[in-house]
């Protein structure tokens, strides 16, 4: 089993930034990849960035968000941050993270990943 804990959601204005981790315990050592997902109030929710664990640790962005936000890992605390810069009101949801434990086709898929966090709330003022 694996647990994922995120952390470093909160109230921003328009313009600033935040830093998400995503501490992973448990039998992670099998993992194949980490990354983002979003939910807004009413919309599905969508991919927003993906790095993987064990090819050089290629990264993976949605096109909203490329440019701005950047996944990034630390191997040795077994964690994945997603910094996250230039933020405006459209970036508002609750931020999950994922990880997958086989081989991912798109990284882009939700149902390529096996292991959800709770999630943590990202609010951007106007």
């Known amino acids: 089993q694996v647990q994922l804990v995120e952390s470093g959601g909160g109230l921003v204005q328009a313009g600033g930034s935040l830093r998400l981790s995503c501490a992973a315990s448990g039998r992670t050592s099998s993992r194949y990849a980490m990354g983002w997902f979003r939910e807004a109030p009413g919309k599905e929710r969508e991919f927003v960035a993906a790095?993987?664990?064990?090819?050089?640790?290629?990264?993976y962005y949605a096109d909203s968000v490329k440019g701005r936000f950047t996944i990034s890992r630390d191997n040795a605390k077994n964690t994945v941050f997603l910094q996250m810069n230039g933020l405006n009101p459209e970036d508002t949801a609750v931020y999950y993270c994922?990880?997958?434990?086989?081989?991912?086709?798109?990284?882009?898929?939700?149902?390529?990943?096996?292991?959800w966090g709770q999630g943590t709330q990202v609010t951007v003022s106007s």
């Open positions: 994922t990880a997958a434990f086989r081989p991912l086709n798109n990284y882009q898929s939700r149902n390529e990943y096996n292991y």
């Open positions: 790095i993987s664990w064990w090819t050089g640790g290629t990264t």
